[in-house]
């Protein structure tokens, strides 16, 4: 096509036929090819639904998948250990969540470094200082100074010492997201009052393509017996984990969520399941994912696009990108994913803020620049308001041809409100910027990071309820590290 003939980018990139196309494809390889599940006690399970079963294959009937998946609901609510916490999830909720998993740490003062707890500690509190971030994150950075088998315990209960908003778990693991469900049921009052009232969510990645590892099962079904959500989110790298076309890896993502779903809701009928879609190309060149290009935005439109055909809220989007630095590449790439995040309305939005390097590092300045631009994103949300105030009829008049606005009595009272200033972002002249040294995005955006934690107001834990989460958490350590 020329570029004179080329169309709009396509807020739907799929028409309803290739829709279909995919779908139907997505119910032939649950059908024909089936996916591994290394779980004997769910093969058993799925054997006794009626599913076909060979050792670990499973061989799907999509009618029955597809009964299952009607059991799931289209949106639910997260709240938080302070119940005015409260955040529901579904048609276009644009939640969004801090990053999630490095194993690194950085700012400009202390450098690249192991993660460690104090630094995991450090950027709850950041989160929650924030207004733009109403679900937090276990393992926003790994704490690497603490040992492997346990580690998941310290973050849990740091995300209930230092917040009081709902968040996703650490996981990796049945039993280590069981660790954090009970945790949180100690601060709900009880399983119970937990599976009513859900505090926490769950993330499982199948081992794209098509396969169930035993790990991400067992945290599958420990989701549903407590009744917390589950983000089902394959990992596709179109050319390694999935075929080189989108349309070929969008129905691997599918046959994953939808078997993922008809399990969760095998263990626990109605258990809020969400559509993941974490899907992108490869750099043929070093193997790696290649983050906020056009194969990353395509597939987060057309995996909302999936995501309402069946019913499911949206697990997508974020601040990706591939940069090392917070240079012009992180800052494009980054911005042509979160364009995709608001464009194709995401519901759950991880690693939203503070994702550098390919997601190896959690950047402290990065996270500044990020809640920067969402900021820019939520005024676009607001649209334009048309009304007698702002028309201005009789201001225009008053000024008349030629008039000059600056210092109307209108203009003081609504520029505040009316027009985005960002702190980070200034319009300045270069002298200006010279006498104040010169300063580069990441020094101001370390400036705007400490300025966020000195904000940071602690909101307090019932000291009996502190000593409870305390002593489950140094019991499970013994038992882990036994």
């Given at each position: 096509m020329?570029?004179?003939?080329?169309?709009?980018?396509?807020?739907?990139?799929?028409?309803?036929?290739?829709l279909?196309?995919?779908?139907?494809?997505?119910?032939?390889?649950?059908?024909?090819?089936?996916?591994?599940?290394?779980d004997?006690?769910?093969?058993?399970?799925?054997?006794?639904?009626?599913?076909?079963?060979?050792?670990?294959?499973?061989?799907?009937?999509?009618?029955?998948?597809?009964?299952?998946?009607?059991?799931?609901?289209?949106?639910?609510?997260?709240?938080?250990?302070?119940p005015?916490?409260?955040?529901?999830?579904?048609?276009?909720?644009?939640?969004?969540?801090?990053?999630?998993?490095?194993?690194?740490?950085?700012?400009?003062?202390?450098?690249?470094?192991?993660?460690?707890?104090?630094?995991?500690?450090?950027?709850?509190?950041?989160?929650?200082?924030?207004?733009?971030?109403?679900?937090?994150?276990?393992?926003?950075?790994?704490?690497?100074?603490?040992?492997?088998?346990?580690?998941?315990?310290e973050m849990?209960?740091?995300?209930?010492?230092?917040?009081?908003?709902?968040?996703?778990?650490?996981?990796?693991?049945?039993?280590?997201?069981?660790?954090?469900?009970?945790?949180a049921?100690?601060?709900?009052?009880?399983?119970?009052?937990?599976?009513?009232?859900?505090?926490?969510?769950?993330?499982?990645?199948?081992?794209?393509?098509?396969?169930?590892?035993?790990?991400?099962?067992?945290?599958?079904?420990?989701?549903?017996?407590?009744?917390?959500?589950?983000a089902?989110?394959?990992?596709?790298?179109?050319?390694?984990?999935?075929?080189?076309?989108?349309?070929?890896?969008?129905?691997?993502?599918?046959?994953?969520?939808?078997?993922?779903?008809?399990?969760?809701q095998?263990v626990?009928p109605?258990?809020?399941?969400?559509?993941?879609c974490?899907?992108?190309?490869?750099?043929m060149?070093?193997?790696g994912p290649?983050?906020?290009?056009?194969?990353?935005?395509?597939?987060?439109?057309?995996?909302?696009?999936?995501a309402?055909?069946?019913?499911?809220?949206?697990?997508?989007?974020?601040?990706?990108?591939?940069?090392?630095?917070?240079?012009?590449?992180?800052?494009?790439?980054?911005?042509?994913?979160?364009?995709?995040?608001?464009?194709?309305?995401?519901?759950?939005?991880?690693?939203?803020?503070?994702?550098l390097?390919?997601?190896?590092v959690?950047?402290?300045?990065?996270?500044?620049?990020?809640?920067?631009?969402?900021?820019?994103?939520?005024?676009?949300?607001?649209?334009?308001v048309?009304?007698?105030?702002?028309?201005?009829?009789?201001?225009?008049?008053?000024?008349?041809?030629?008039?000059?606005?600056?210092?109307?009595?209108?203009?003081?009272?609504?520029?505040?409100?009316?027009?985005?200033?960002?702190?980070?972002f200034?319009?300045q002249?270069?002298?200006?910027?010279?006498?104040?040294?010169?300063?580069?995005?990441?020094?101001v955006?370390?400036?705007?990071?400490?300025?966020?934690?000195?904000?940071?107001?602690?909101?307090?834990?019932?000291?009996?309820?502190?000593?409870?989460?305390?002593?489950?958490?140094?019991?499970?350590?013994?038992?882990?590290?036994?």
């Amino acid at each position: 096509m020329s570029p004179g003939a080329a169309s709009a980018l396509p807020l739907e990139p799929l028409t309803p036929e290739a829709l279909e196309r995919i779908h139907t494809q997505a119910m032939r390889l649950l059908a024909e090819i089936g996916t591994e599940v290394h779980d004997e006690e769910m093969v058993a399970r799925l054997a006794g639904a009626g599913q076909r079963v060979d050792g670990t294959r499973v061989r799907w009937d999509p009618d029955w998948v597809l009964g299952q998946l009607a059991l799931a609901p289209a949106s639910f609510t997260l709240t938080g250990r302070n119940p005015d916490r409260q955040v529901r999830v579904g048609g276009g909720s644009l939640v969004h969540c801090p990053v999630g998993g490095p194993p690194f740490a950085h700012d400009e003062e202390r450098g690249r470094r192991d993660g460690s707890l104090a630094d995991h500690v450090e950027l709850v509190k950041l989160a929650h200082a924030c207004d733009l971030l109403p679900v937090l994150q276990s393992g926003t950075v790994e704490a690497q100074d603490l040992e492997a088998a346990s580690r998941h315990l310290e973050m849990d209960y740091s995300m209930l010492r230092w917040s009081d908003r709902p968040f996703i778990v650490y996981g990796s693991s049945g039993p280590k997201a069981r660790d954090g469900f009970e945790l949180a049921a100690l601060a709900a009052g009880g399983r119970a009052a937990l599976a009513e009232r859900p505090m926490t969510l769950g993330i499982v990645n199948p081992n794209s393509p098509l396969v169930w590892d035993g790990l991400m099962v067992s945290q599958l079904v420990a989701c549903a017996e407590y009744a917390q959500p589950v983000a089902i989110t394959p990992f596709l790298l179109a050319g390694a984990s999935a075929p080189v076309t989108l349309a070929a890896g969008l129905s691997i993502l599918v046959a994953e969520v939808l078997s993922g779903v008809a399990m969760a809701q095998l263990v626990r009928p109605g258990t809020p399941c969400l559509l993941g879609c974490f899907f992108t190309g490869v750099d043929m060149r070093s193997g790696g994912p290649s983050l906020g290009l056009p194969e990353s935005v395509l597939t987060t439109l057309a995996g909302a696009q999936l995501a309402r055909r069946y019913g499911l809220p949206l697990r997508g989007g974020g601040g990706l990108c591939s940069g090392i630095t917070l240079d012009a590449q992180a800052s494009a790439e980054t911005s042509m994913s979160l364009w995709a995040t608001y464009l194709a309305g995401c519901d759950l939005v991880v690693h939203a803020a503070g994702w550098l390097e390919g997601g190896l590092v959690a950047s402290y300045e990065k996270l500044a620049l990020d809640l920067e631009l969402i900021r820019m994103f939520e005024r676009l949300r607001e649209g334009v308001v048309v009304d007698d105030a702002a028309l201005a009829f009789d201001v225009i008049a008053e000024e008349g041809p030629g008039g000059l606005f600056l210092a109307h009595q209108h203009t003081l009272e609504r520029f505040r409100t009316d027009v985005f200033m960002s702190p980070l972002f200034r319009s300045q002249a270069h002298p200006t910027w010279l006498k104040q040294g010169a300063p580069q995005a990441p020094q101001v955006a370390a400036g705007e990071w400490r300025r966020l934690l000195d904000s940071y107001t602690d909101p307090g834990l019932d000291p009996d309820l502190d000593a409870a989460l305390r002593e489950y958490v140094d019991r499970r350590t013994r038992e882990w590290e036994a």
